[in-house]
């Protein structure tokens, strides 16, 4: 049974870096069976899709966070990682990783999600 | 981008009701469309993929249909573990988006 975990800050100032990073277990994170996948949604709002990633296909990312958002697998630790730049209070969200097969992209596994806050 | 419209955007309907939220697609997604049930507090669990296809462990009084723009979520008996948001998403093609919501509560 495949299981994903966020962890990272819960309080990010604005115009920093946010940082997160997806602890898998009960796959390899080098499988090219899955992507990983980073979703947000905001307080008391709908889920926005922000990239998936896989170490065999590469990357793709929704056009609007494009230019702020990296997401990287580190193989060696069986993880994945966001990195949103240049934050802002509307950046303010639970953000969950989810994987979905690496041919369909529905997600099928999710973590728990973790609240980051944007705010000085 | 395609866009995706759900409605209701809330209902309330009674114990052993029959529930219909519909999502419509901005453009055609195919059979590319996946439905998701999120209770408070919880992530997303996927319900059905393949605008029909239960997932497996889902009971069976869920039910997906329809195609090309026009999908239909019914719940056929609604239970008090239904009361959730549910979301409907598109994955044809990258940006993969959801719809807005449909929050169902019990009357």
């Known amino acids: 049974q495949l299981q994903l975990q966020e962890s990272g800050p819960g309080l990010v100032k604005p115009s920093d870096i946010l940082s997160l990073t997806c602890t898998v277990s009960g796959a390899s994170i080098g499988s090219s069976t899955y992507y990983w996948a980073w979703i947000r949604q905001p307080p008391g709002k709908g889920l926005e899709w922000i990239g998936s990633v896989s170490s065999n296909w590469g990357a793709f990312r929704t056009p609007s966070l494009k230019s702020r958002v990296n997401i990287s697998v580190d193989t060696s630790k069986n993880q994945f990682s966001l990195r949103l730049s240049s934050v802002t209070a509307a950046d303010t969200a639970v953000y969950y990783c989810?994987?979905?097969?690496?041919?369909?992209?529905?997600?099928?596994?999710w973590g728990l999600g973790a609240l980051v806050t944007v705010s000085s | 981008d395609i866009q995706l419209t759900q409605s209701p955007s809330s209902l309330s309907a009674s114990v052993g009701d029959r529930v219909t939220i519909t999502c419509r697609a901005s453009?055609?997604?195919?059979?590319?469309l996946a439905w998701y049930q999120q209770t408070a507090g919880k992530p997303p669990k996927l319900l059905i993929h393949g605008a029909s296809t239960l997932q497996s462990g889902v009971p069976s009084r869920f039910s997906g249909s329809g195609s090309t723009t026009d999908f239909t979520l019914t719940i056929s008996s609604l239970q008090p573990e239904d009361v959730a948001t549910y979301y409907c998403q598109k994955y044809n093609s990258a940006p993969l988006t959801f719809g807005g919501g449909t929050k169902v509560e019990i009357k």
């Open positions: 453009q055609a997604v195919g059979g590319y």
């Open positions: 989810a994987s979905h097969p690496a041919v369909i992209y529905y997600f099928d596994y």
